[in-house]
């Protein structure tokens, strides 16, 4: 007889909180405002967008940070409910640079808000193979869109992953609590 291992989640939780990620800024300026206004949340979402465009329509910039900018501006969008135009920020962005993973991580995010979670797996395996920065956030969204396609034990899975590549970070163990993990 062979033992088989079972997982259920205890709550099915559409709701879960993501995670998504800015992208840096070499240097100064408007862009490096608009990072600022991503990844610090010191001022609204609407504002930082703003600050964003800004930077993309009158600050001259190398492909690497115009690139990173649309990614940041698109990070805004999406937490001001903007996800349409956050997708098309995310395209241009990896039009301009397809190998930086917090751009898919980003997209797998905006699609996960959408209820799009089959999307959000493509986006999110491409975020993983190409190693994105904060790889453990691109776990926990992948486990948030596979639990919400069905696959329960690649979600606990992906869950306990993020936990271990991060495991100061509170998130990916209280979604693994949901969980029951039985022997047949």
Same mark, same amino acid.
């Given at each position: 007889m062979r033992n088989i291992v079972a997982f259920t989640a205890i709550a099915f939780l559409l709701s879960a909180p993501f995670a998504s990620a800015q992208v840096s800024i070499i240097g100064g300026g408007i862009a490096k405002d608009c990072y600022e206004a991503a990844k610090y949340q010191r001022t609204s979402?609407? $504002?930082?967008?703003?600050?964003?465009?800004r930077a993309i329509e009158s600050e001259l910039m190398n492909v690497t940070n115009k690139a990173a900018t649309y990614t940041n501006r698109g990070v805004l969008r999406m937490r001001s409910g903007r996800l349409e135009a956050a997708l098309s920020d995310y395209d241009i962005a990896k039009r301009m640079r397809p190998e930086e993973g917090a751009t898919y991580l980003n997209e797998g995010a905006a699609h996960i808000l959408r209820k799009d979670f089959n999307s959000a797996l493509v986006s999110l395996d491409k975020a993983i193979e190409l190693d994105s920065h904060d790889l &453990?956030?691109? &776990? &926990?969204? *992948?486990?948030?869109?596979? $639990?919400?396609?069905?696959?329960?034990?690649?979600? &606990?899975?992906?869950f306990? *992953?993020?936990? $271990?590549?991060?495991?100061?970070w509170d998130l990916a163990k209280r979604q693994m609590a949901r969980f029951q993990v039985t022997t047949n």
């Open positions: 979402a609407s $504002e930082g967008e703003k600050i964003c465009t &453990y956030a691109a &776990y &926990y969204n *992948r486990a948030i869109a596979k $639990e919400n396609t069905g696959d329960i034990q690649g979600a &606990y899975f992906d306990k *992953r993020a936990d $271990e590549l991060n495991p100061d």
